[in-house]
């Protein structure tokens, strides 16, 4: 004998379907909320990156120039190279200078003193520096900050005036200031101040 039904046995194809569309829309949504904070994610760290090569760059120059000494060089074909020199940035070469501190952990044959110069080209400042103050040759340059449009520099001198070039008039006059302002792709205009010459 067959019974008739009650209407009471569970869910029609259509609440089914319906239910389904339901937790489909619910996961696409869950996932598109995820796929969102990953790439937002991504982003933050993309920036924070851009930013942390800034602080980077300002807490090297602010050590290389505080660090900077009175001690003249020679170049590799044995000329005298004055202790800073100066360049108001249309240049390659923008300032090179020998500075103290270099520390030697592993005990290796240099001094404790290093020559270094910051340079300009394709759009990235670069630092240089030689194993050697005298006569040797630099050793292979790090990049600092890529996307850069251009670079100026001013140096203020005993006088507290401040100078597109740097023209000491003894090789031994180090300024007491530098100004360095990069013009970036990404940030615009950065200006930083450092002193010279000035152990922290």
């Not at 569309?21 to 949504?29: E, H, N, P, R, T």
């Not at 969102?36 to 602080?55: I, K, P, T, W």
């Not at 070039?165 to 792709?185: G, K, S």
Request: avoid cysteine.
């Amino acid at each position: 004998m067959i019974r008739a039904s009650s209407g009471e046995g569970g869910f029609t194809i259509v609440e089914l379907l319906v239910a389904l569309l339901i937790f489909g829309m619910l996961s696409a949504a869950g996932v598109a909320l995820l796929s969102f904070s990953v790439r937002a994610q991504d982003a933050a760290n993309a920036r924070l990156g851009e930013l942390s090569e800034v602080r980077r760059t300002g807490a090297i120059l602010t050590a290389d120039l505080a660090q900077a000494t009175e001690r003249l060089t020679r170049d590799e074909a044995g000329a005298p190279r004055p202790a800073f020199e100066g360049n108001d940035g249309g240049q390659t070469v923008l300032m090179g200078f020998t500075r103290r501190g270099w520390e030697n952990l592993d005990n290796a044959d240099r001094p404790s003193i290093q020559k270094v110069e910051y340079l300009l080209g394709e759009g990235r400042l670069e630092r240089r520096a030689w194993r050697f103050v005298d006569g040797a040759a630099a050793m292979p340059p790090t990049v600092l900050i890529e996307g850069v449009r251009a670079v100026r520099l001013r140096y203020r001198d005993q006088r507290g005036e401040w100078r597109d070039r740097w023209d000491p008039n003894r090789p031994v006059d180090l300024p007491r200031a530098v100004e360095l302002t990069i013009d970036t792709e990404r940030y615009g205009n950065i200006r930083q101040l450092f002193l010279v010459g000035v152990t922290l």
